[in-house]
C-alpha cells in the first residue's frame, strides 16, 4: 500500500496553482485590445485618452512617474466633479521594444493593461524594467456621454499625483470622445 505524502500533494497542488495563473494570464493577453503608441506616456507625462477598443464612456488617465496617480476627478463646465471609479498603480513597470509598459511582446500594450509581466533571469533585450518609476492608470465613468459630447471642450480632468508633502494636482483638457 502506497501513502502519498501531504508535503507532495501539498507542492503538486501549488504547482498546479501556477501553471493556471500562468495559462489565465496568457490567455487574458490574447483578447486586451492594441493601444496606440500616441496614448501612452513618456516618464513625467500624463495623459487623457478614450482608449481604443475600450468602453467608450471610459476615460483612460495614464501616467508615468516617480509619483503615482492617488486619484483623478473629471470637472464639467457646470462644477459638477466626477471622481475616478478605478486607480491602479505598477511599481518598476517593463518597457516592451520601447513602446509598451506592463505587457508582453505581440499582446497587450500599454498601461492599465492588467496583464502583469514577470520578468527576471533570461528576459530578452528588448525588455528594459523601468526602475524607480511607477507606471498609473486611472478610470473615469462618464454618466451621461450625449451631455459630455457637447461640454467636453470646456471641461477639464484634475490628476492627484503622490502624497504629502510631495504630491502634485496636474490639470488636463479632457479628452475628445470617440
Not at 533585450?125 to 478610470?139: D, F, N, R, Y
Not at 473615469?140 to 461640454?151: A, H, K, N, Q, T
Not at 471641461?155 to 488636463?172: C, N, Q, S, W, Y
Amino acid at each position: 500500500m502506497r501513502v502519498s505524502s501531504p508535503i507532495r500533494a501539498d507542492h503538486a497542488g501549488k504547482r498546479r496553482s501556477a501553471l493556471l495563473l500562468i495559462l489565465g494570464l496568457s490567455l487574458a493577453a490574447c483578447g486586451a485590445p492594441p493601444v496606440r503608441s500616441a496614448d501612452v506616456p513618456s516618464f513625467g507625462e500624463v495623459k487623457a485618452v478614450f482608449a481604443l477598443g475600450q468602453d467608450i464612456q471610459v476615460i483612460n488617465i495614464r501616467a508615468l512617474d516617480r509619483l503615482p496617480i492617488t486619484g483623478a476627478v473629471l470637472v464639467l463646465p457646470t462644477g459638477e466633479r466626477i471622481p475616478a471609479c478605478s486607480v491602479d498603480q505598477v511599481n518598476n513597470p517593463t518597457l516592451v521594444n520601447g513602446l509598451s509598459l506592463g505587457g508582453e511582446t505581440g499582446s497587450v500594450t500599454g498601461i492599465g493593461a492588467n496583464v502583469p509581466f514577470l520578468a527576471g533571469p533570461g528576459m530578452s533585450p528588448g525588455k528594459t524594467v523601468l526602475i524607480g518609476q511607477i507606471a498609473s492608470v486611472a478610470l473615469i465613468r462618464v454618466p451621461e456621454l450625449d451631455v459630455y459630447r457637447e461640454v467636453w471642450p470646456q471641461a477639464k480632468i484634475e490628476v492627484h499625483m503622490g502624497f504629502a508633502p510631495d504630491d502634485r494636482v496636474e490639470t488636463l483638457a479632457a479628452p475628445k470622445p470617440g
